[in-house]
């Protein structure tokens, strides 16, 4: 898993930089063999005026699915990031829960190698 983190019109902080890694690290770490890139653009809309104008831009890229865009403003950026990083986690989640079920509703065993034991006897098809 390649993890990106991007910052748009203001400068990270350490504290802010490790928040992001331990989310990721926390949200993602039971699917980390199954995401290919995780990417979170920080932005500040409105720059210095203020306002609801903190953006979380989550990108996670799945092997033969479509890119997961999970996008959140709030007036504070660790919420936006919370919000975000918690939005994707359950989004993956539940698209390889899918493809999961899906893969194991597809698979029929080959009936004419099959055993049948009906009424005590084997009966090959």
Sequence with gaps: MKVSIQARDFSVTDSMLSYVKDRINYLFSSRYNQIQRITVRLSDVNGPRGGVDKRCKVTVALPRLNEIIIDDVQSDLYVAIFRAMDRASRTVNR???RLQDKKRR??????????LFINGLYEYS
């Design 95 to 97: 698209r390889l829960t």
């Design 106 to 115: 597809l698979y029929v065993p080959n009936k004419s190698k099959t055993d």
